[in-house]
């Protein structure tokens, strides 16, 4: 049952493109997640998060200002509980960022080796809970993209989506599904009119864009009608996900998960500024492929 933790933030700096924007973000209590809540809420925007243990939610709502909302992004029925709440809590939405993630088996088995559940658990998580979100969530950001703020929808990708990795099945072919439902959703929202999800309902719609891919990296994805995907790799972070994934990974050869945090809103606001600068009828000034990293995991 999706809950909701709340600590009001001063004003925000509203000095750069991040500053004021609403942005949900599920996974947002550890690793690369946590990373992106301190760096967004420090740079002045809005954000909602979800995680599924509830003391770990009251932490970071009590350290970062952010807005915490206790949720499993893997059960169905939590989908529109933790949608309304970011929704209303931000009052409206900007940015969704699909982070959340299980590895399915682990420690990591072949696939011979896995069982069903796992691979559910993988699918759920890291598919259709962000599948369910997103069209929950896709009115809201159709909203932004209508008053001319752009909207964004992050998945965030591994090359482990890219490349097969043995052990990896259950974790690679789930993040290989939402790479390409990414690719998806893009090609169907530059198939719409301009703004056609203006009249979509609050649960429904398409979404958007321009799809360039590169040998060997995962891509960004790139809308024309106000709703950009984006699919990215962040590389191999010191993380608790990575830690049970590799447990003999060396950390200090790992990514900060701040660093890759960084990067990954600097994709952000590049496309919310290629957007706007669409929605004024200007040029678009960043149409390649950007990657992230093309590191394992
Ligand atoms: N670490 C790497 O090297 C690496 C490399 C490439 C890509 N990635 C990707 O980067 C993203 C972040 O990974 P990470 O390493 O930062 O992971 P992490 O440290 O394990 O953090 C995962 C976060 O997601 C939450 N979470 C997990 N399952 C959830 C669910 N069903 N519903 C809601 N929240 C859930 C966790 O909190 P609760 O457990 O309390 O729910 C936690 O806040 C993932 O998409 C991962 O696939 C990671």
Redesign the pocket.
């Known amino acids: 049952m999706a809950g909701t933790y709340n600590l009001e933030a001063p004003g925000p700096d509203r000095s750069d493109t991040i500053a004021g924007l609403r942005v949900a973000i ?9 990373a992106l809540v301190h760096e967004l809420v420090a740079r002045g925007a809005r954000v909602a998060f ?4 509830r003391d ?2 009251e932490r970071v709502t009590a350290a970062t200002r952010a807005h915490g909302i206790v ?5 169905k029925d939590d989908i529109h509980p933790i949608a309304l709440q970011a929704i209303g809590l931000l009052g409206g939405l900007d940015v969704l960022i ?5 590895l399915g088996p682990v420690p990591l088995r072949q696939l011979g080796d896995t069982d069903c559940e796992d691979l559910e658990l993988a699918l ?3 598919l259709v ?1 962000p599948f369910r979100l997103t069209r929950a969530l896709l009115g809201a950001l159709c909203a932004s993209a209508r008053e001319g703020r752009g909207a964004v929808v992050l998945n ?5 989506a890219i490349n097969a990795y043995p052990g990896w099945g259950a ?1 690679g072919a789930s ?1 290989a599904a939402l790479h390409h439902l990414s690719r998806i959703w893009q090609e169907e929202m530059r198939a719409t009119e301009p703004y056609h999800c203006a009249g979509a309902p609050a649960f429904g719609g398409s979404a958007a864009a321009e799809f360039s891919d590169e040998a060997a990296s995962v891509g960004v994805h790139q809308g024309m009608q106000g709703v950009r995907f984006l699919s990215l ?10 830690a ?2 590799v447990p003999d990974a060396e950390p200090a050869t ?2 900060h ?1 701040a660093d890759a945090a960084r990067e990954l809103i600097g994709a952000i606001e590049r496309a919310l500024l290629d957007l706007r600068s669409s929605a004024q009828g200007r040029p678009c000034e960043s149409r390649g492929v950007e990657a992230v990293a093309t ?3």
């Open positions: 599920t996974g947002g209590t550890s690793g690369l997640g946590l979800v995680a599924r243990d770990r939610v949720g499993d992004v893997a059960r699909n982070n959340a993630s299980s759920s998580t890291n809970g965030v990708s591994s090359d482990a974790y993040k790799d962040p590389g191999d972070m010191d993380t608790p996900l990575h049970l994934a790992l990514k998960p590191a394992c995991a």
